[in-house]
């Protein structure tokens, strides 16, 4: 289930964690789909106690939410790329329409804002290469302020994970 990631200012107080949260957080992380009964056997507590901690956890917003993380290759992406896009103007109107032009393109799985000679890095999925030569030519090149994509393709991911230390 996604969970509304706008936080209220009382979501925002740094909650103090304990070991039994750390714990609950890295099983939580591992599987999200555990059941409570199980998550509370493996932290030794009650299910009671440990359904009010993760509820705690979710509504302090360190937990923002769970999804389902599916395999890029079975779902038929075969490949992914690391696109770097510079804009023509670094001004805040600027960005702000790139940043709302970028969102909706699914292919688009990460948009991050950096510092440095590049305004931004993408990390965008595709079938085969006539589908990043088709993303590349007919969605990024055309979006509002770019005037330069250079691309980087991957050849394996040898760590990825979504997973915190704690």
């Given at each position: 289930m996604k969970r509304n990631m706008a936080a209220t200012p009382k979501k925002?107080?740094?909650?103090?964690?304990?070991?039994?949260?750390?714990?609950?957080?890295?099983?939580?992380?591992?599987?999200?789909?555990?059941?409570?009964?199980?998550?509370?056997?493996?932290?030794?507590l009650s299910p009671s106690a440990t359904l009010r901690r993760v509820k705690a956890l979710e509504d302090s917003g360190l937990i923002a939410g769970s999804a389902v993380v599916l395999d890029e290759k079975k779902a038929g992406f075969a490949g992914t790329a690391f696109v770097f896009v510079t804009l023509d103007q670094q001004k805040r109107g600027a960005l702000d329409t790139?940043?709302?032009?970028?969102?909706?393109?699914?292919?688009?799985?990460?948009?991050?804002?950096?510092?440095?000679?590049?305004?931004?890095?993408?990390?965008?999925?595709?079938r085969d290469t006539s589908d990043l030569e088709r993303i590349h030519s007919e969605i990024i090149t055309q979006l509002p302020h770019v005037v330069r994509v250079q691309s980087t393709l991957t050849l394996r991911a040898v760590k990825r994970t979504t997973r915190l230390p704690m």
């Open positions: 925002m107080q740094k909650m103090e964690l304990d070991t039994k949260d750390r714990l609950l957080l890295r099983l939580l992380q591992d599987d999200a789909r555990i059941s409570n009964s199980d998550l509370a056997d493996r932290v030794h790139f940043e709302i032009a970028i969102k909706p393109i699914s292919e688009v799985l990460e948009c991050w804002l950096l510092a440095g000679q590049a305004d931004y890095l993408l990390r965008v999925i595709f």
